[in-house]
């Protein structure tokens, strides 16, 4: 089997909510995804998504995504789709970094691996390890009681894990804690996600203001060093998530025991090959996984839940359900939200078919 042709198309995803806030100010209001289709000659097609959450989140940008896949797609042309590995060493010498451009084009080689071997890619990533993954539901920024609010919402539908996003001012943030940690039961999880927002002084503050709560303190500061300062003064269970980005720098985290759980985010670690790696590292430490992306619909659902299924229940903290979130489907037959859980489907590959007549004419076209 060949790879005979790369398509890509820019899609607008708009949110439920209108606006998607976090830390320092930032918010998106219409998501800008990027759907991947890789053609073979034996009339195999896969497909994957990647949606970077805006262009101050990661270093990473929707345009970004397309301009990287101009530079790849040559270099992957009549190359076996199913040989993964030398997929990936393609792709890291045509274009050295930018592990989230190469996420979809290894994304969418998993799905025609998945698809030649008649497989459900949850089997191909190592077999069902759960029946049902439990989702987190995350709690834009806002004032303390309208996250309040929100989240006694969501937890009617079903959700008993939450990301509460903070990394604005400390004060207010840890009041926003209190508030939403109030009208939780005992055994809901609350995770307080920064999301590199709080100087290493104001981190320090709100764990010390927080330290009789039952709360997950998340990704505090901009870099490693100030989190793990931060690590080592609270007994709060301890979250990383922007500063793993990859195997090395999850490598060395465990070896400094850095944090209680990672939140592994597919397209930002390169795609299913590498975000496997990991898994299997963490499953092997002991150390649990938020398995998710950086925002993405139906497809990246669909990537996200394959990757969660195959993961060991007890290691596996939470995952998300991206396309609860929006306004538009953009593929057939990828996982629903049920009272808080979602699985993945037993078709092979990932399982959906892309609404392409919908999708109007392709940004992107290498054969």
């Not at 629903?336 to 993945?344: H, N």
């Amino acid at each position: 089997m060949k790879i005979t042709g790369i398509k890509a198309w820019q899609i607008d995803l708009p949110l439920k909510e209108g606006r998607y806030s976090w830390s320092n100010g930032n918010f998106v209001e219409i998501f800008d995804t990027t759907v991947v289709a890789v053609e073979t000659d034996e009339g195999v097609t896969g497909y994957a998504e990647c949606c970077p959450l805006g262009s101050a989140y990661l270093p990473a940008y929707a345009r970004g995504v397309r301009s990287g896949i101009r530079e790849i797609a040559p270099a992957l042309i009549g190359l076996d789709p199913t040989n993964l590995g030398a997929i990936n060493r393609a792709m890291d010498s045509a274009l050295r970094g930018h592990a989230y451009v190469k996420a979809p084009l290894d994304i969418a080689c998993w799905d025609i691996l998945g698809k030649a071997a008649g497989q459900p890619l949850y089997t191909l990533l190592g077999g069902a390890a759960q029946e049902q993954i439990a989702l987190y539901r995350a709690i834009s920024q806002e004032a303390p009681e309208v996250m309040a609010r929100k989240i006694a919402g969501y937890r009617a539908e079903g959700y008993t894990k939450f990301q509460l996003k903070v990394g604005g001012d400390a004060d207010e943030d840890i009041a926003r804690i209190r508030a939403c940690r109030n009208i939780l039961e005992p055994s809901d999880v609350l995770v307080a996600d920064a999301n590199t927002g709080w100087t290493r002084a104001e981190a320090a503050r709100v764990v010390a203001a927080v330290a009789d709560l039952d709360v997950y303190i998340e990704q505090p500061c901009p870099t490693y060093e100030e989190s793990l300062s931060v690590r080592r003064r609270t007994a709060r269970p301890f979250v990383l998530d922007e500063v793993i980005e990859g195997p090395q720098m999850l490598a060395r985290a465990l070896a400094d025991d850095a944090m209680d759980v990672i939140n592994l985010k597919i397209s930002k670690v390169g795609g299913l090959t590498k975000a496997r790696l990991m898994r299997d590292m963490c499953v092997a430490s002991g150390t649990l996984m938020t398995i998710e992306d950086t925002w993405g619909g139906d497809i990246v659902t669909a990537a996200i839940a394959h990757l969660a299924l195959s993961t060991p229940a007890e290691f596996c903290f939470s995952a998300t359900d991206f396309n609860s979130y929006g306004t538009r489907d953009i593929a057939d037959g990828a996982p629903k939200r049920v009272d808080g859980f979602m699985t993945a489907c037993d078709r092979p590959g990932l399982g959906v078919t892309p609404m392409i007549d919908g999708f109007g004419d392709p940004d992107i076209c290498f054969s």
